[in-house]
């Protein structure tokens, strides 16, 4: 094994070196920031350490006053919150009364359409009867504009006659005035009308006015 040349032991010594001065700096920087650090910690511990009682409760009540101030924000913050709810609240009652006021007005606007149908049939039989003065034709006429609103009422409207004469007597349906007995009866019927009743939707909304048969 061949031995080491002078020049080559002293070109390796200095690339060491060279290493070893590469490295010195940043090892240099790197002590000086944690002493400045550590330094710097050491300050603000003994400023610390150094406030006196008064300045202790000073500082308290500083912390104190801050804290009471972002309380009374926060407790303004709430109350104009509350504030605007009970508005908005207040407002949306007043749209709620106003729209059920609109409802109640409005809600039969499609009877009176209805009911103008007949109107309109009845002023026009009017007119004829007074051009002709035919009785049979105002008749008619009368007739023809009573079958048809009852036509309209009962299939727009769930509005219907009740029929009566010669069924059975039902309290509920029937409100008797007047009252004959006879052997001709087995049991108690109507015999005759006297107020036409109507049912509303399958519920009796004024019960006919009938005079009643009934037996001995």
């Not at 070893?20 to 050491?42: G, H, M, Y």
């Not at 219907?160 to 029937?174: A, L, T």
Request: glycine share 2%; aromatic share 4%; proline share 2%.
């Amino acid at each position: 094994m061949s031995k080491e040349t002078t020049d080559e032991k002293e070109t390796k010594v200095e690339e060491k070196e060279v290493e070893v001065n590469i490295e010195r700096p940043q090892e240099k920087k790197q002590s000086k920031k944690d002493a400045k650090q550590e330094k710097k910690a050491k300050k603000e511990k003994k400023e610390k350490k150094e406030l006196t009682p008064l300045e202790e409760k000073e500082l308290e009540i500083a912390q104190l006053k801050a804290e009471l101030e972002n309380s009374k924000k926060a407790e303004q913050e709430a109350k104009d919150q509350l504030l605007r709810k009970v508005a908005e609240l207040e407002n949306f009652r007043k749209r709620l009364v106003r729209d059920k006021e609109e409802s109640v007005h409005f809600a039969n606007t499609q009877l009176i359409n209805d009911l103008l149908q007949s109107l309109d049939d009845f002023d026009r039989a009017i007119t004829a009867s007074e051009a002709s003065r035919d009785f049979d034709k105002i008749h008619d006429g009368v007739v023809m504009v009573n079958d048809k609103l009852h036509s309209i009422l009962e299939k727009n409207w769930g509005l219907k006659k009740i029929e009566c004469v010669g069924e059975e007597f039902d309290p509920i349906r029937h409100e008797a005035y007047m009252m004959e007995q006879s052997e001709e009866y087995d049991k108690e019927v109507v015999i005759m009308e006297l107020g036409a009743g109507y049912t509303l939707h399958d519920r009796v909304l004024r019960p006919a006015k009938v005079k009643v048969g009934k037996p001995n």
